[in-house]
């Protein structure tokens, strides 16, 4: 890969929690530009998750590893891919 890239994740948790409170202060602390931040959010066919589609300019490798580091260590969130 080569940096800067636009890149994606999802981001999955139970319906209740609230996921844009916990990405957006993570995206933040990793220095994403909140101008190329993009949040879409997608309920689950069953109603028991959202999940969002976290879209932003990725500055570096080490940079996306501590995102997705941060990101799938809360215990509130099912899975990040």
């Known amino acids: 890969m080569h940096f ?27 220095d994403v530009d909140a101008e190329h931040l993009r949040l879409s959010k997608r309920s689950s066919s069953n109603g028991k998750y959202n999940s969002y589609t976290v879209t932003f300019m990725a500055k570096s490798q080490e940079q996306l590893d501590n995102i997705y580091r941060e990101l799938s260590g809360n215990p509130e969130i099912v899975f990040v891919l």
């Open 4 to 30: 800067p890239v636009v890149f994606s994740l999802k981001v999955v948790a139970a319906v209740d929690v609230d996921l844009e409170s916990i990405i957006k202060p993570v995206m933040q602390k990793n």
